[in-house]
């Protein structure tokens, strides 16, 4: 038999209080797409950051492509593996253009500059291998999720010299919708039947059924199963990752929604062109859509971290003004963001500081210092509410494991009880047993009053969660489906624009809104 690309053996790595890997073995063969999945806390995240060099094991040995048994250095590393990483590792006040950069050589021979627009149009080649076209000379922290995985994508992929390397991704389609995801997997089967070998790691565990052909689970840093994917189904990797059979969340609730709650008329910007829609309370309301359709921006909008270009937004029957999340907290909003790490908690503070950032009124003395005592005992109140593990107020956030940042990133916004709740990409990058949780307190939310937004590039979440779906497309709505009529196909179809009789309808709507 052929020697594998990569081999690992008994992989070991201890931090202080936890054992994150206890022997991990693996390998990965030329061609192969091999699955690593696993629940949050498992021990993914610290096998990708040892093959990358980014953490020395204490036990173990990485051979690669039989070059020897020692655990390589960073340097060496990715000289023949390749990462994407969860958290992309862009520069985000660079632009495409000069992150694709950091990959290579600069220029002409290694030192003449290359002229910047030969540098452009190959950055703008690389993104369009993926359906993309956006301006490569922006900062990417101006690019959505979705933009800058796109980039993370094509800067791994760039200037292989020899195909039989070895490509890491981690989480690539977090941020990802549909279509999107059709094609990074269009381009992995091709740099995998090109020779390369392929570890891809994933919460979404139809994605993995999909694309692997070999799953390995780790739990509590040991590997549990290593077997072939088509052996396989949704239950059984549930089963593997966890343990045991998971509980189904408990999504059900009075379908009585109330008086509206958030009502919005022509709202414009980004690439939002003209949104009208109407949210009750103690409804859920989804917001389906490809790249580019709005769908990814219309949160940010609503709440004021992007500015509007135009429209009206009223909370209760109150005017909201655009661009300005004060008056958003203070007109009763929540907004968790897609990207919880940069935008929806602070990493360095600990886990009671985050959770008490937006409103420590209640919590202040007379003399306006913070009761330091009541704020203990709220913060144990919801780290047992929540489930968070460790159940530790003062452990930094970036510490928690990603379903334990994203619960208490929405944890933050629950303890105002909100009358409008903002959610973009609530699950993304948890695992099974955390999304759960997740579904289980947004329907109780709204179950208590408050009108929940969801927006997500997951289809069966849409229509496991929301009462109703609005279809975005081009910047407009081009769809509205109910219950009776929601589900993930109609979903795709609405958002490829396959339905032709909608379009025409969404214009005729649009204008006779337009003045609303």
């Given at each position: ?69 020692r655990v390589p250095s960073e340097h060496e590393a990715t000289a023949e593996l390749h990462f994407i990483h969860q958290d992309l590792g ?63 994508i094509a800067r791994a992929l760039e200037g292989w010299l020899r195909p039989d390397n070895v490509l890491v991704l981690d989480e690539p ?246 009358k409008v709740l903002l959610l973009d990409e609530p699950t993304q990058g948890v695992d099974v047993g955390a999304k759960a949780s997740i ?78």
């Amino acid at each position: 038999m052929t020697a594998p690309l990569l081999s690992v053996a008994g992989l070991t790595k201890t931090f202080p209080g936890l054992r994150a890997l206890d022997g991990v073995s693996l390998d990965v063969a030329s061609g192969e797409i091999l699955a690593v999945v696993g629940q949050n806390g498992s021990g993914k995240s610290t096998l990708v950051k040892i093959l990358a060099g980014l953490l020395e094991a204490d036990a173990g040995t990485v051979e690669v492509r039989g070059r020897d048994g020692r655990v390589p250095s960073e340097h060496e590393a990715t000289a023949e593996l390749h990462f994407i990483h969860q958290d992309l590792g862009l520069i985000s006040m660079l632009s495409t253009v000069e992150n694709l950069d950091l990959s290579h050589d600069l220029g002409r021979h290694g030192f003449l500059p290359a002229p910047r627009r030969e540098e452009a149009r190959r950055a703008t080649e690389l993104i369009a291998r993926f359906g993309a076209s956006f301006d490569v000379g922006m900062p990417t922290s101006e690019l959505t999720a979705a933009e800058r995985s796109i980039v993370a994508i094509a800067r791994a992929l760039e200037g292989w010299l020899r195909p039989d390397n070895v490509l890491v991704l981690d989480e690539p389609t977090a941020a990802l919708a549909a279509d999107e995801v059709s094609r990074l997997f269009t381009a992995i089967r091709h740099v995998a039947e090109a020779g390369a070998g392929i570890i891809f790691i994933s919460h979404r565990l139809d994605e993995v059924m999909e694309l692997a052909d070999r799953v390995v689970a780790l739990r509590d840093g040991h590997v549990v199963a290593d077997v072939p994917a088509a052996q396989v189904d949704h239950e059984a990797l549930v089963r593997m990752i966890a343990g045991h059979d998971l509980a189904r969340a408990n999504l059900e609730r009075a379908l009585h929604p109330g008086d509206p709650v958030l009502t919005v008329r022509g709202l414009a910007g980004a690439t939002v062109a003209h949104v009208d829609l109407d949210l009750r309370a103690g409804e859920i309301l989804g917001v389906s859509g490809l790249l580019g359709s709005g769908r990814e921006h219309l949160a940010s909008l609503l709440f004021g971290a992007l500015p509007r270009k135009r429209g009206h937004v009223r909370v209760a029957g109150r005017a909201l003004r655009g661009g300005d999340p004060r008056a958003a907290i203070a007109r009763d909003l929540g907004f968790v963001p897609a990207d919880r790490r940069t935008a929806g908690l602070v990493l360095d503070m600990c886990v009671r500081e985050n959770l008490t950032l937006p409103r420590l009124a209640p919590l202040r003395r007379p003399t306006g210092r913070l009761d330091a005592g009541a704020e203990r005992n709220e913060t144990r109140a919801w780290i047992r509410k929540m489930g968070l593990r460790p159940p530790e107020p003062e452990r930094p956030v970036g510490l928690l494991s990603g379903g334990n940042q994203q619960k208490l990133a929405l944890a933050k916004w629950l303890r105002n009880e909100p009358k409008v709740l903002l959610l973009d990409e609530p699950t993304q990058g948890v695992d099974v047993g955390a999304k759960a949780s997740i579904y289980e307190l947004v329907a109780s939310a709204a179950e208590q009053g408050a009108g929940v937004l969801v927006s997500s590039s997951d289809a069966k979440e849409l229509t496991l969660l929301c009462d109703r779906v609005l279809v975005l497309r081009d910047g407009f709505v081009a769809a509205e489906l109910d219950r009776g009529s929601l589900n993930e196909a109609q979903l795709i179809r609405e958002s490829l624009g396959l339905s032709g009789d909608r379009r025409e309808a969404r214009f005729a709507t649009t204008s006779e809104r337009s003045d609303g």
